[in-house]
């Protein structure tokens, strides 16, 4: 059974800090995304990493992909209250098609305070 | 574009009725999943249909099932309801090509709370 471990499970800043979420598995993906739901709807996609030690820039957010395709980090730069919701990673099997089915990680709560 | 559509976003039930969720995906995307999200178990995954075919399937019991239909839009249907099948259901999209990858394009949800 393949596992993702999100941490911290809580974070709670102030708007103008760095912030750091970690997803660590023993077990190889072959995908790993990133998610960002806010209370009352839908998870929303905000990046997709498909090669180890790739590294994606979505404005404030840098994502990573481990070398070994096993962890991905979400750097936040300056947070803002905007930033606040679910964080979520979620992975593709090594070696197989998803057929729409992604593990998820529990999630990390991310609350920006102004 | 529009997004992913589920309806009803709310419903209250009792213990031992049935309920059935619709989703319509977002046009051309004919791969439709369905999850169950809890704050305790998180987002697990139900089941996902291409073609009017399950492909896959989760670890659920057999009171949760689903269906498509010929134009993508697809139902899941829970029988004889318990306390623990209270939660958020989530159906989500994917467009063509990405089995791979595994893009998910999710809908707002429908929230079943069975009393």
């Known amino acids: 059974t393949q596992l993702l471990e999100q941490s911290p499970q809580f974070l709670s800043i102030q708007e103008g800090e760095n912030l750091t979420v970690y997803c660590n598995s023993s077990?190889?993906?072959?995908?790993l995304q990133w998610y960002r739901q806010e209370p009352g709807e839908g998870p929303v996609l905000l990046v997709t990493?498909?090669?180890?030690?790739e590294v994606k820039k979505l404005k404030r957010l840098t994502f990573q992909f481990g070398d070994a395709r096993k962890d991905s980090s979400l750097h936040i730069t300056a947070a803002q209250p905007g930033d606040t919701g679910l964080y979520l990673c979620?992975?593709?099997?090594?070696?197989?098609?998803?057929?729409?089915?992604?593990?998820f990680g529990q999630g990390t709560i991310l609350t920006v305070h102004p | 574009k529009a997004g992913v559509t589920q309806t009803p976003r709310y419903l209250i039930k009792t213990r031992g009725q049935q309920v059935t969720l619709s989703c319509s995906p977002i046009?051309?995307?004919?791969?439709v999943s369905w999850y169950q999200q809890t704050p305790g178990q998180g987002l697990q995954f139900l089941f996902e249909?291409?073609?009017?075919?399950?492909?896959n399937k989760g670890n659920f019991p057999g009171r949760f099932s689903g269906r498509q239909f010929s134009n993508s839009r697809s139902e899941m249907n829970v029988s004889t309801l318990e306390l623990g099948d209270s939660a958020l259901y989530l159906c989500?999209?994917?467009?063509?090509?990405?089995?791979?990858?595994?893009?998910?394009?999710f809908g707002e949800g429908s929230r079943l709370t069975v009393l």
């Open positions: 979620a992975g593709v099997g090594a070696g197989g098609t998803s057929y729409g089915k992604l593990t």
């Open positions: 249909y291409f073609s009017e075919t399950q492909r």
């Open positions: 077990s190889v993906f072959s995908s």
């Open positions: 989500a999209s994917s467009p063509p090509g990405t089995g791979n990858t595994g893009e998910l394009f």
């Open positions: 990493v498909v090669t180890g030690g």
């Open positions: 046009s051309g995307h004919r791969s």
